[in-house]
T-cell receptor
Framework: AQKVTQAQTEISVVEKEDVTLDCVYE???????LFWYKQPPSGELVFLIR??????QNEISGRYSWNFQKSTSSFNFTITASQVVDSAVYFC??????????FGTGTRLTVIP | DAGVIQSPRHEVTEMGQEVTLRCKPI?????LFWYRQTMMRGLELLIY????????DSGMPEDRFSAKMPNASFSTLKIQPSEPRDSAVYFC?????????????FGSGTRLTVV
């Protein structure tokens, strides 16, 4: 079975704090792709990053960083020095050879000014 | 590219009426997906097409739902007759495996309200 678990339903932080969003995935496929999407209050789904199962390099993009650990089946997302504009629901879907991008329940992040 | 274009952005209809949602994928993308987002069930795949052919429609809730892709630049999702429990945001997404990143580009969604 394929599954993505985002155990944190809601997180609130004060502006400028760092925050990590957790994501754990389950799949029997050896080749898969992991993503993070942001859904701001306006409702659209905005692509943030993609990782494939063969690439365990961590990545940093400005205030955003991602930690992919195959050994623990996790793909966590950290926002450094959070800002109010980071308030959104964040999803970490996964895609396997079946081409279906399957989603977890998302984590709602609220950054308090 | 203008991205994935969905219309209408909002739709309010009465129970029992037919509703048609429209999607124009990104030019050159050979996969098209329809997702539905509700508070109870989150984001769920309804159906997807490859080269205009439906590949997996196992997520379509029931026979009231149908989807077509008559050509590479247009798809519709139809609900007939609509029911209040169909109220949700419906997203269309497109993708191309030829892209190096293999991700999906989503449209802005259609918010459907059935009263």
């Amino acid at each position: 079975a394929q599954k993505v678990t985002q155990a944190q339903t809601e997180i609130s932080v004060v502006e400028k704090e760092d925050v990590t969003l957790d994501c754990v995935y389950e799949t029997r496929d050896t080749t898969y792709y992991l993503f993070w999407y942001k859904q701001p209050p306006s409702g659209e789904l905005v692509f943030l990053i993609r990782r494939n199962s063969f690439d365990e390099q961590n990545e940093i993009s400005g205030r955003y960083s991602w930690n992919f650990q195959k050994s623990t089946s996790s793909f966590n997302f950290t926002i450094t020095a959070s800002q109010v504009v980071d308030s959104a629901v964040y999803f970490c879907p996964a895609r396997t050879g079946a081409n279906n991008l399957f989603f977890g329940t998302g984590t709602r992040l609220t950054v308090i000014p | 590219d203008a991205g994935v274009i969905q219309s209408p952005r909002h739709e309010v209809t009465e129970m029992g009426q037919e509703v048609t949602l429209r999607c124009k994928p990104i030019s050159g993308h050979d996969y098209l997906f329809w997702y539905r987002q509700t508070m109870m069930r989150g984001l769920e795949l309804l159906i997807y097409f490859n080269n205009n052919v439906p590949i997996d429609d196992s997520g379509m809730p029931e026979d009231r739902f149908s989807a077509k892709m008559p050509n590479a630049s247009f798809s519709t999702l139809k609900i007939q007759p609509s029911e209040p429990r169909d109220s949700a945001v419906y997203f269309c997404a497109s993708s191309s495996l030829a892209d190096s990143w293999g991700g999906y580009t989503f449209g802005s969604g259609t918010r459907l309200t059935v009263v």
